[in-house]
């Protein structure tokens, strides 16, 4: 059984910075593929950044430059460092873990932006 739990989620000033972590139980962390989705309300979910099972990222275009996204396969944790943080970031942000078999999710970690 697979389960990832969020944290680093709060309220913050625009242009602050958050550091979001997901924490993942289960075997072999480090051959999945990891991203991170945020929904904000009345808003579908979007993928904000993933990376890959040797290290490669991608980012939506509203974060790049602002947001990073790392892993330590060592503590089975996933991290999205938010810096210059923005109104328009205030979202609930998720965790997810692609097995192939089957895709896992998070609770997710609430994320406000204010101006």
């Known amino acids: 059984q697979v389960q990832l739990v969020e944290s680093g989620g709060g309220l913050v000033q625009a242009g602050g910075s958050l550091r979001l972590s997901c924490a993942a139980s289960?075997?072999?962390?480090?051959?999945?593929?990891m991203g991170w989705y945020r929904q904000a309300p009345g808003k579908q979910r979007e993928l904000v950044a993933s990376?890959?099972?040797?290290?490669?990222?991608n980012y939506a275009d509203s974060v790049k430059g602002r947001f990073t996204v790392s892993r330590d396969n060592a503590k089975n944790t996933m991290y999205l460092q938010m810096n210059s943080l923005k109104p328009e970031d205030t979202a609930v942000y998720y965790c997810?873990?692609?097995?192939?078999?089957?895709?896992?999710w998070g609770q997710g970690t609430q994320v406000t932006v204010s101006s």
């Open positions: 997810n873990q692609d097995r192939g078999y089957g895709v896992y």
């Open positions: 289960g075997s072999f962390f480090r051959i999945y593929a």
């Open positions: 990376i890959g099972s040797g290290g490669s990222t």
